[in-house]
T-cell receptor, first 116, second 110 residues
């Protein structure tokens, strides 16, 4: 099956700093990538949809200036949490698809962010 | 997107079949039913999907009622490694987005 990786797997940072999380599709080209956030004991919440070469589409209530998404190539999307605060501590998960309707999404292993 | 309703939690004895129900009474005619699972602290894993016919793969079987208002995911011989949160998702016909509900926490016990 298709493999999606994330880096780093976990990160601890100080409040006010920015953190970049990478999402890579290792053996396929992903036209579309998605970013989710998951708080403890809660479900995944879709943050944004990222299409290669265009601006990301953010879900309602997600601040685009705080969560910067770049999808510069068909195998890499990045999520930058700017000026992180403790309430941004969460499990961030990306997924990738080939882009056509009804294709399955392949999920990365997630990145656990802790902001002190 | 159609919403889904799943029981919060279920238990299953190892070696027995696990039957996980899902209600999706407002599903549209061209919306598929997808099942994913998430083992603790990992990314979700695709299990199976279907439109109206029953489906089977190496992981599970998906039974969809004739009116498509509900479905059941069947793990024929549950193992301890099947302990996870199982999400039933109805996928929008015009986007690639997956909207996760609360899922069912399946605990397989020895």
């Amino acid at each position: 099956g298709a493999v999606v990786s994330q880096h780093p797997s976990w990160v601890i940072c100080k409040s006010g700093t920015s953190v970049k999380i990478e999402c890579r599709s290792l053996d396929f080209q992903a036209t579309t990538m998605f970013w989710y956030r998951q708080f403890p004991k809660q479900s995944l919440m879709l943050m944004a949809t990222s299409n290669e070469g265009s601006k990301a589409t953010y879900e309602q209530g997600v601040e685009k200036d705080k969560f910067l998404i770049n999808h510069a190539s068909l195998t890499l999307s990045t999520l930058t949490v700017t000026s992180a605060h403790p309430e941004d501590s969460s499990f961030y998960i990306c997924s990738a698809s080939l882009g056509s309707n009804y294709n399955e999404q392949f999920f990365g292993p997630g990145t656990r962010l802790t902001v002190l | 997107d159609a919403k889904t309703t799943q029981p919060t939690s279920m238990d299953c004895a190892e070696g027995r079949a696990a039957n996980l129900p899902c209600n999706h009474s407002t599903i549209s005619g061209n919306e598929y039913v997808y099942w994913y699972r998430q083992i603790h602290s990992q990314g979700p894993q695709y299990i199976i999907h279907g439109l109206k016919n029953n489906e089977t793969n190496e992981m599970a079987s998906l039974i969809i009622t004739e009116d498509r208002k509900s479905s059941t995911l069947i793990l024929p011989h549950a193992t301890l490694r099947d302990t996870a949160v199982y999400y039933c998702i109805v996928r929008s016909h015009n986007t690639d987005k997956l909207i996760f509900g609360t899922g069912t926490r399946l605990q397989v016990f020895p």
